[in-house]
């Protein structure tokens, strides 16, 4: 059973508007959020987290937003340029999970100029 | 500048071959983990060490093997290679109990015949 769901494999945007990416959770005893990048041939790079005690963390372009209440997360990029062309994948982890993490299958964001 | 290393980068072996992924990292992090991704399944978790002679099994810890002798070096092995495990390889770490947060190595692609 899937506990951290990326619903959409893909997404294309046009450089310079937002790029909303989601993420859906089932375990109600996640209680922090991840969002890593990753580009072809390389390791994932961490971008932006959150914890349960915040519904919006943000950093540059990017924002995490938290509705514990849906277990529903979402990474916008404001505004996207085309070096932000990559897989991102959602991770998550918490009590009892022993610092695991539990990633999404990712969703692949290509920015168009 | 601490990094994380893994080699080799891409590896052909044969069915039934015993296979060794090295994963070094000079972060001096405590936790340690080897992840396998695959099109449609993300980054699954293989194995993961939280010290020096700990190991733990992972969700897809079939076929494959972890010891920890040092704190820098987690090497992963198949056992008996199988045509199933041609996948991405990924070593990660983390800094210290309750650091969720993971930095990942640059991956192995591994192909077995």
């Known amino acids: 059973d899937q506990q951290v769901k990326q619903n959409s494999p893909s997404l294309s945007v046009q450089e310079g508007r937002i790029s909303i990416l989601n993420c859906d959770y089932t375990?109600?005893?996640?209680?922090?959020f991840l969002w890593y990048k990753k580009y072809p041939a390389e390791g994932p790079t961490f971008l932006i987290s959150i914890s349960s005690i915040k519904d919006k963390n943000e950093d540059g372009r990017f924002t995490v937003f938290l509705n514990k209440s849906a277990k529903h997360l979402s990474l916008h990029i404001v505004p996207s340029q085309p070096g932000d062309s990559a897989v991102y994948f959602c991770?998550?982890?918490?009590?009892?999970?022993?610092?695991?993490?539990?990633f999404g299958k990712g969703t692949l964001l290509t920015v168009n100029p | 500048d601490a990094e994380i290393t893994q080699s080799p980068r891409h590896k052909i072996t044969e069915t039934g071959r015993q296979v060794t992924l090295a994963c070094h990292q000079t972060w001096n992090h405590n936790n340690m983990f080897w992840y396998r991704q695959d099109l449609g399944h993300g980054l699954r978790l293989i194995h993961y060490s939280y010290g020096v002679q700990d190991t733990n099994k992972g969700e897809v810890s079939d076929g494959y093997s972890v010891s920890r002798s040092n704190t820098e070096d987690l090497p992963l092995t198949l056992e008996s290679a199988a045509s199933s495990q041609t996948s991405v390889y990924f070593c990660a770490s983390s800094e210290r109990p309750g650091q969720e947060t993971q930095y990942f190595g640059p991956g192995t692609r591994l192909l077995v015949l």
């Open positions: 991770a998550a982890s918490g009590r009892g999970s022993n610092y695991k993490l539990t």
């Open positions: 375990n109600s005893m996640f209680d922090y």
